[in-house]
Structures are given as C-alpha cells and as structure tokens.
C-alpha cells in the first residue's frame, strides 16, 4: 500500500515536474522573444562599440554614439529612425581626433534638438585629454561645435583628462559632468600600477583622481569651464567615471568608482585606497562648492567600484549599482535619515559579474539594469527588479547570446525607458561583431 501510494506521488510529481519544466520553456522562449536588434553596426566607417546608450526625441527617433570607426576611426554620433517597419541609420558625425575621439557616453539633448556628449580623447592633432562637444542642428544637417577642450599633464596644466560622463543640464542651461582622471589629486592610472605592488613609479607623473566640472554659455556663444571639485583619492573618492544628477535645491550626486580610503583587498583599488564612493556637491553662498561622502563602499559587505551614475525615486532615494571584479555585484539605495546623513542598504545582490551603467525606474517602482557579462551565455543580461513585501524580486528580461542575430556585453549607458519599451546598445555582437542597438519589452 505503501509502495503503491509512493510511485502514484512519483508519477505526479514527475508530471508537475514536467509541467513546470514545459511553463520556464515558453517562459524563456518569451523573454527571448521580447528583446529586438534594431541595428547592427558595421565597424569601420558604419562605427563600432557603442559603450554609450541611447536617448530619444519626441518623434521617436534614436541618437547615440560609436566609440570606435567613422572616417578616422575615432567614433560616431548616429540616428536611428524608425522607417517601414525597421530602423534607418544615420552619421550625423565622425569624429577626427581634433574635435575628439572615442565618445564613450551617450548624448543629451536640449530644448531645441541640439546634441551634447563628451570624448574621452582628443581635442589636438595629436592627442588631447578629451573634448565636450555640441552638435547643432540647422538647415537639414547637423554641425559639430567643440565647447572645451581638457588639457592636463601633471606636470603644468591640471584641468581634467578622460571625460567618461554622460552630461546633465540645470535649469538656467548649465552642463555638468566629471572626468575620469586629471585634477590637482596624486592618483595615477590603474594600468601603470599593476605591477609596482601600490607604489608609484617614479618615471610616471600623476595622472589625477578626476573632477566634477561644470560649463556655462556666455553671451558669445562660447562656453566657460568652472571646476567645482577636484578629487584627491583617498579621502573623498577618486577615478568618477559617471555622470551627476541634480536635486531640486542644485546639489550635485554622483558616483566615484575608487578611493574612500576604506582599503579592503581585491576591491580593484590600488595607489588611491578604496572600493569607491558616493558623494554630494552643494553651492555656498560665496559661489564654491563643497564635496560631502555620502557613503564609502566597503567590498565584501556592501559591494565596491560603482561605474554607473545614480538615479532618483520621488521619494528623494538614491538607487545605483557596483561593478565589482572580486566581490558580487549589486544594486543599492541610499535614503536620507531624520539627523540629515544618508544611509545605504544593498537591495540586490547580483551574484556575479556586474553592471557598468546605473539603473532605470519606472513609474511602477521597477528599476532596470544590464550586466555586461554573466547569463546563461556569459554576455550579459537585461534584468528588472520588481519591489515586494519580502524585497525585490528579479526577472531575466533578456539574455544575450552573442550571435548574428543578437548582440553581447552591455556598455556604460543606463537603458533608456520610452514609451514602455527599454533600449540599450552592446558594445559586441550582432552580424559584424561591432555592436548593436536593441529593443526590449517587459
């Protein structure tokens, strides 16, 4: 009697077992339905790796950037327009190391259609520490205007180098952003010290922790640089790769990606000691800003090394993700206490390779990240955080295959949310393996 009752509960938990098995099938064929390649880059003058992500005009159209390809192999700025059914590209710039190279943040746009973005290099024939730039449209095409150039040796000129940020308007048209490296902070790049064992070579001047960096128009069309913060490593973070956002009051928040002096190891911090940190600008009345940590990642405990830049809810919380090569990678919330200060609490734990980008929220409270490895293939995924009573809840939305039809290794762009659908890029993948623009539904 026993052994009968035993193989009847057998027989049907073989067949729950089967049924659940058949539900995560059409479950995984539906997620894998839900994600689009709207465009496949070409490499070489078509472009390539588009680490930035992408934003949207009102009619539906699609602006971004190559890091990579153009007429002088120093990157893009395209269109996508919606056309037939499909997607038409569009060059409306390539850039020629003069004007910059390598736009590795995506755009934004101003009340009047104009384009503004950042390159990493360039700026002179030979090199240059990087450019902001402006693309005004006018008469059917679209002219590029160089509104700073970063100049920075170490050694006589300290203004920023490696301007990695997406850029930020305030209400009177001022943009804001940070630089990766430069400054009057003693860091020095990650790469010239993997092999001096946290001691600076001599032969090798400081290369700064970077600045955050604010640029006013002037009456005659040309634009002012003010730097509103240096970083020094250490103490108040260092090496911001991302972006501010502004609160309603003209404070600044952003992300640096090291320093904070909690020195915890493999934290991919070296010489400037720290997993990174998050960080507040305030304006005084005199006209100066003053720097505030907000929070100083501790590796193991909390995550470390946040790449992307912040995002906030209507409640004035702070929401954002670490990258960390050693430690799981997570998403986090900042809230601000009763006495004034902020406090941090891990609200997802991605237990694995994390993202370079921050998080996107929509009107529901879900927020939405990539991860530029990991996934059933190891290309990433497209992933979205639903808040529930016990926590929050993840959902695959998409998981990138890296093959013809589909592309791989999200890059530093946050997902743009429009109209109830996510666009993204990947930096590889697609038919030529030079990246792709993709559409997702949730």
């Not at 395209?78 to 710039?93: A, D, Q, R, V, Y």
């Not at 010239?192 to 032969?203: E, I, N, Q, R, V």
């Not at 734990?349 to 993202?355: E, M, Q, V």
Request: negative net charge; contains cysteine; hydrophobic residues 30%.
């Amino acid at each position: 009697m026993q052994r009968s009752t035993f193989l009847h509960n057998s027989s049907r938990q073989s067949r729950t077992t089967l049924i659940i098995a058949i539900v995560a099938f059409v479950a995984q064929l539906a997620f894998a339905q839900s994600e689009s390649v709207l465009y496949n880059f070409g490499g070489s003058s078509d472009g390539s790796q588009p680490y930035g992500g992408v934003i949207a005009d009102s009619a539906g159209n699609l602006y971004g950037t190559t890091s990579a390809g153009g007429t002088a192999n120093c990157g893009t700025v395209f269109e996508l327009s919606p056309s037939g059914g499909g997607w038409t590209k569009t060059t409306l710039h390539s850039f020629s190391r003069f004007d910059g190279c390598a736009p590795m943040q995506g755009l934004v746009m101003d009340s009047s259609g104009n384009l503004y973005g950042t390159t990493r290099y360039g700026g002179s024939k030979t090199n240059g520490s990087g450019v902001v730039f402006e693309l005004q449209r006018a008469a059917g095409q679209w002219n590029e205007i160089t509104l700073h150039k970063f100049i920075f040796d170490g050694i006589r000129q300290f203004d920023g180098a490696a301007p990695n940020s997406t850029l930020t308007f305030d209400a009177k048209g001022n943009l804001y952003g940070t630089t990766e490296f430069g400054g009057k902070g003693k860091c020095l790049n990650i790469n010239d010290l993997a092999d001096s064992t946290f001691l600076p070579p001599k032969s090798i001047p400081p290369q700064g922790c970077g600045m955050v960096f604010e640029l006013s128009p002037n009456s005659d069309g040309t634009w002012a640089e003010a730097v509103l913060h240096d970083f020094a490593g250490k103490y108040d973070g260092g090496l911001p790769l991302s972006g501010v956002v502004i609160d309603s009051q003209g404070n600044l928040y952003g992300t640096a990606s090291n320093g904070g002096l909690l020195w915890t190891p493999n934290c991919n911090s070296f010489y400037d000691l720290g997993c990174g940190v998050v960080y507040s600008l305030s304006r005084g009345g005199d006209g100066t800003w003053t720097e505030t940590v907000l929070h100083k990642f501790r590796g193991v405990f909390d995550g470390a090394n946040p790449l992307g830049g912040l995002t906030f809810d209507g409640a004035g919380n702070l929401y954002g993700t670490t990258a960390s090569y050693f430690y799981n990678s997570t998403v986090f919330e900042l809230s601000r206490t009763s006495g004034g200060s902020w406090s941090e609490r891990t609200i997802y734990d991605l237990h694995g390779s994390g993202p370079w980008d921050g998080v996107t929220l929509d009107s529901a409270g879900n927020l939405y990240a990539m991860t530029y490895s990991g996934g059933t293939n190891g290309w990433g995924i497209v992933l979205q955080l639903t808040p529930t009573p016990k926590g929050w809840s993840e959902t695959v939305l998409h998981d990138f295959a890296s093959a013809p039809s589909d592309g791989a290794q999200p890059g530093y762009g946050s997902l743009l949310l429009n109209n109830g659908v996510l666009y993204g890029t990947t930096i590889y993948g697609g038919t030529y393996n030079s990246g792709t623009v993709f559409a997702v539904t949730p």
